[in-house]
């Protein structure tokens, strides 16, 4: 999956640590570092924390409880209202992702962190029972084209 032509976000991991009290996990920083926020393939939308010139309220760490100690921390979300999130139990290295379907029935648990659940999400090695599907070959909208077609005018009809 190329990452965007004008690359990730820039985020003050020394302050948001002070700030919460917390790591997030090395392969999230990277992550945000090469792709940032945005899309996945139009339909898995990851999250960020806020970082200079963040364009929205809702964050990473919006009413998040600070530091999620033992709980849950949602790191992406789908268009049909799934949801990607850590469980926060140990050393951010050791957090594990969940899959929470939209009906909140049953979770589904990935001993495994964020990027080589998107890895092999996107190889389909594990196929989670998603409500929306991912399209193939995988692409990444950063906000910043979101943000560039709404300054532009354009017709946003799949946001």
């Keep these: 999956m190329p990452p965007p032509p004008d690359g990730?976000?820039?985020?003050d991991w020394d302050a948001l640590r002070a700030d919460t009290g917390r790591e997030l996990p090395a392969d999230y920083r990277d992550f945000v570092a090469t792709y940032g926020m945005g899309t996945i393939s139009d339909s898995m939308g990851v999250r960020t924390p806020p970082f200079e010139g963040y364009p929205y309220e809702d964050h990473l760490l919006f009413r998040a409880e600070r530091p999620p100690e033992g709980?849950?921390?949602?790191?992406a979300s789908n268009e049909a209202g799934d949801d990607f999130l850590w469980r926060c139990a140990g050393e951010p290295e050791q957090w594990k992702v969940i899959?929470?379907?939209r009906n909140r029935r049953q979770e589904h648990v990935y001993d495994m962190g964020m990027a080589e659940f998107l890895l092999r999400l996107l190889?389909?090695?594990i196929r989670p029972p998603l409500g929306a599907e991912l399209a193939m070959p995988a692409t990444f909208e950063s906000w910043r084209q979101e943000q560039r077609l709404l300054d532009e005018g354009d017709d946003l009809e799949g946001f």
């Design 99 to 101: 899959f929470r379907p």
């Design 8 to 11: 990730g976000d820039t985020v």
């Design 71 to 75: 709980g849950v921390l949602t790191w």
């Design 123 to 125: 190889e389909g090695e």
